[in-house]
């Protein structure tokens, strides 16, 4: 008897445990949910769609409008800073110090300060063998020549930058200086035709008198 009840025990116990592998081995596997990734193509899937580098336009930056109030400001504060590196002999940061000073009186129109400011920034730049800012100053010499009618001087300045660029093989630079070297001979073509024209029509006016 007792060994009817092990074999009915045991006969019970195998078919439970076949049971559920049974349903071990025919349990259908889970939906996996669609994710965007899988349009990119295989090579992509361990990529998150937040770590793509995404290609963003270069904007430039434009000045914003200052008022007098704010602009007096910036040059005592600026000037205060620049006063303090010379003092401790911080030539580099001074000659930074002294173009910020030049662009901010370019920016009210005073250009005689403006020109005295680059060229100390210049002279520094020159001593701290800063080329970069040494070209950057040379152009705005150019640009602020030009704005005063010194064509000539403008035209030099920019012939210097433009050798700079062209022996450190700063491609970007020496295109933006040829632009504008272009630009300000065209403008001294044109006031120089017109005012050979505006001259012999006041010759014309009077030989007709």
Not at 39 to 66: D, E, V
Not at 177 to 183: A, D, F, G, Q, T
Request: hydrophobic residues 40%.
């Amino acid at each position: 008897m007792r060994k009817f009840l092990l074999l009915i025990c045991c006969t019970v116990i195998s078919f439970t445990a076949s049971a559920q592998w049974w349903k071990l081995k025919f349990k259908k596997p889970p939906l996996r949910q669609f994710e965007p990734m899988d349009l990119l193509g295989p090579a992509y899937k361990t990529t998150s769609l937040l770590k793509l580098k995404l290609r963003t336009p270069h904007l430039a930056l434009q000045p914003l409008p200052m008022s007098d109030r704010e602009l007096e400001v910036a040059q005592s504060y600026t000037m205060k800073a620049a006063q303090h590196s010379m003092r401790y002999r911080i030539y580099g940061q001074a000659s930074y110090q002294f173009g910020l000073l030049a662009d901010l009186y370019v920016r009210q129109s005073r250009y005689s300060e403006a020109k005295w400011y680059f060229l100390q920034s210049t002279n520094l730049a020159r001593r701290q063998s800063d080329h970069k800012l040494i070209l950057a100053n040379l152009i705005k010499l150019a640009m602020l020549k030009y704005e005063i009618g010194d064509f000539a001087l403008a035209n030099q300045d920019l012939l210097d930058a433009r050798n700079m660029a062209s022996s450190k093989g700063w491609l970007i630079d020496l295109i933006e200086i040829e632009k504008k070297l272009n630009y300000i001979q065209h403008t001294r073509y044109a006031a120089t035709r017109n005012t050979r024209y505006a001259a012999g029509v006041t010759f014309d006016m009077a030989f007709q008198e």
